[in-house]
T-cell receptor
């Protein structure tokens, strides 16, 4: 098992810019979820991808979007960055859309100045 | 939607003592309750989980209990060691309707095990 890998690990952007974060799911996992973790808080669900389609979304605006590729890897895109978007973005994979057994990556730390 | 409350926010114990972290949830449809350990600079690591068809589950020094009626679940760590120091998160989701990936997390407990 290779685990969940994310890139980049750290990045700095300015307000109004756009960012793309990448995630490779654990071998054998076909479902990817993205979470936002603000400093000192628990992770918050952004959305889930299964069979290359968004399948469940949390309370995040449309400027948060994503993709899932045929190899189950995924991207998170955030447009028009705001200061409050500064957070750790976590990708998690699982073996199915229904299971809660998520394996998290180490995250991408985004700082918006 | 689901709301998960977690207590205490910080917990300091002596090495070898037990630690207990408690969570409550609001949505009776939730049926899956995992616990995650997060070390500084790392992603959350699943340490134990429980589903609503059982009341207790144990794995070596770690145990989780679930009271569906009261909507409470707790993490118990016995014989604590310095390497147990981390932030612990409880979470809840509804696996039955396909929403298992949508975990609602508590606010976390900073556990410090002192020598």
């Amino acid at each position: 098992e290779t685990g969940v890998t994310q890139s980049p690990t750290h990045l700095i952007k300015t307000r109004g810019q756009q960012v793309t974060l990448r995630c490779s799911s654990q071998s054998g996992h076909n479902t990817v979820s993205w979470y936002q973790q603000a400093l000192g808080q628990g992770p918050q669900f952004i959305f889930q991808y299964y069979r290359e389609e968004e399948n469940g979304r949390g309370n995040f605006p449309p400027r948060f979007s994503g993709l899932q590729f045929p190899n189950y890897s995924s991207e998170l895109n955030v447009n028009a960055l705001e200061l409050d978007d500064s957070a750790l973005y976590l990708c998690a994979s699982s073996s199915g859309q229904g299971t809660g057994e998520l394996i998290f990556g180490e995250g991408s730390r985004l700082t918006v100045l | 939607g689901e709301n998960v409350e977690q207590h205490p926010s910080t917990l300091s114990v002596q090495e070898g003592d037990s630690a207990v972290i408690k969570c409550t949830y609001s949505d009776s449809a939730s049926n899956y309750f995992p616990w995650y350990k997060q070390e500084l600079g790392k992603g959350p690591q699943l340490i134990i989980d429980i589903r609503s068809n059982v009341g207790e589950k144990k794995d070596q020094r770690i145990a989780v209990t679930l009271n569906k009626t009261a909507k409470h679940f707790s993490l118990h760590i016995t014989e604590t060691q310095p390497e147990d120091s981390a932030v612990y998160f409880c979470a809840a989701s509804d696996e039955v309707t396909g929403g298992g990936n949508k975990l609602t997390f508590g606010t976390g407990t900073q556990l410090k095990v002192e020598l």
